[in-house]
């Protein structure tokens, strides 16, 4: 009897369970139905201005999906677009997947430069779930930050630093578990540039709700990198008045290259790690024996070259940015047309903000006042706490040549967590800063960074890094390398990338040097005087602060015995 009863009441509770709308939920829902039933999160609720739901149909390589567009706001000012694109489930007639034509995965897809993407197509024809949203306004421009009177506008600078992305992620999986009736088996993130600095925002402010991100080329420190940006301008206008001609410049990353290509072993046309190539341009001098055929230089124009190279400085010499290491194409950012942020005047909160006042000495206070003003918002540099305990994989790659991005920031700031994650960081402290060494086996649990030399900005195809990334989260296989294409057509290379501080190291002859294989991992690039070239003034103190060797791994006093710094405070 007692048993009969039993049965009764399970066979209630599981009719209870079967008829009760949270497995209602757990079966497919219509594409059409998304936007318009309340229970699927989207009608009815107070943060979705207007949102809509159809079935696109196949195009060319294109595959059919479900798209949901949404119109999110919390005030009248706050309109972010996100679009989501869904394949098809088994109610609207997907096959071969997980559920329909779905693999089971989601991924965000990042923008570029001061503005989002809404392109899902090409992780949906992946099987993905893609997703993607426009920061909250339309076209590149990041000028709108600064209102008329000087004033910032928060609704905007914060739309695009972070709400934008973060309601997108949100969105994209509350969308899937709608649309198929279970929640996605893993949930990623894919982004270069400002997608790249998207990923580290997400992964800092957003921890538990992505499996794995990749994060290339990022943009974090962006207030401090974007200044520095002109950096090249202001030397430029303070020596010369006028910019130096392209083919000058040109010579004069062929001259660093050709000086410094033999500095790794092999002479490839390629300088494996730039911060190890001293070459002055006054060896491009006209009057020089050393000085080039053609397009050899002035003094001044071989001191603004190296100026350029060595990055932005105060007046006491301090280091405040990194600077476009030799081999690099110095043209995108210092050439007639170059390439631009405004950031200036978000540092002085005033859009008449006009450069060519700047001198060289007074760059520190612009940077300062950028530090002090705007970077607490915008420049992704806290901490991967929770991301780190909730178990997610995140990988970077950064073109060791990127034009428009100095690829030591990020180095800057896998060093910063290598030191925050190192289990003897009790163990390291040393007289003026830590101890003389990092060690990176702690982060790279989680964390890897991959340099490609040669590479520019973006610039390594194939999809290399993002298999290594879902291997390492599906699988626990964590990559200790991954290949990659830099260049296109004849003169593409297949390079072969090193979690950092590895490098690539040549087999030798007669391997290809031009293909992957023939280069394996190994070697350490954290020498001392490297990172002792790269410690910076204090953040918020630029002008005249002290340089700061926390987690760094290196400290004053070694750094000082090497000849590498002036002294631990002014």
Partial sequence: MKIQKKLITVVAFLFFLISSPAIASALPAACTDLAINPSYGLAGNPVVKSATSVMVAASGSNKAYCQVDILYGTNPDQNINIRVGLPLNSLDGGTGGVQGAWNGRTQGIGGAVCFGSLAVTPPVNAGYVGSGNDTGHSGGDCTPGVNADGTYNYQFINDFIRNGIKEQVLFMKSVAKSYYGMKPLYNYWNGCSTGGRQGYLLAQELGKELDGILANAPAIY???????????????????????????????????????????????????????????????????????????????????????????????????????????ALGALNGTTPFYLTQLQ????????????????????????????????????????????????????????????????????YRQMASRYDYRRDLRFGFFGHGTDIDFRSVQQFYRLFRAPGAGHCGVGGTGPFDALIDWVENGHAPDKIDGTVGFGPTARNVRMCPYPQTAIYKGAPADPNVAGSYYCGGDLETTPTVCDDVLVKYKHEVKGPLDYTGTGVNWFECFHIGHCQGPWQ
């Avoid at 612009?366 to 780190?388: C, E, K, M, P, Y």
Wanted: proline share 5%; with cysteine; charged share 20%.
């Fill in 222 to 328: 962006w207030t401090r990198f974007a200044t520095a940006q002109k950096w090249g301008e202001v030397v430029m206008n303070n020596l010369l008045g006028y910019v130096i001609p392209p083919a000058k410049l040109n010579q004069a990353t062929a001259s660093a290259v050709a000086a410094c290509d033999a500095n790794d072993g092999l002479i490839d046309g390629v300088i494996d790690d730039p911060r190890t190539c001293t070459f002055s341009a006054t060896a491009n001098i006209c009057s020089a024996p050393t000085a080039p055929a053609t397009n050899c230089l002035m003094p001044a124009e071989a001191e603004a070259i190296d100026m350029i190279w060595d990055g932005p400085r105060n007046a006491y010499g301090e280091k405040i940015w990194f600077g476009l290491d030799r081999g690099t």
């Fill in 346 to 413: 978000w540092d002085e909160h005033n859009l008449n903000f006009d450069w060519h006042t700047m001198t060289i000495p007074g760059y520190a206070q612009v940077a300062q006042d950028g530090s002090r003003n705007i970077a607490d918002i915008t420049d992704t540099f806290g901490d991967l706490d929770t991301f780190r305990r909730s178990g997610g994989k995140m990988i970077t790659y950064v073109g060791a040549n990127d034009q428009l991005i100095m690829p030591r920031g990020v180095i800057n700031y």
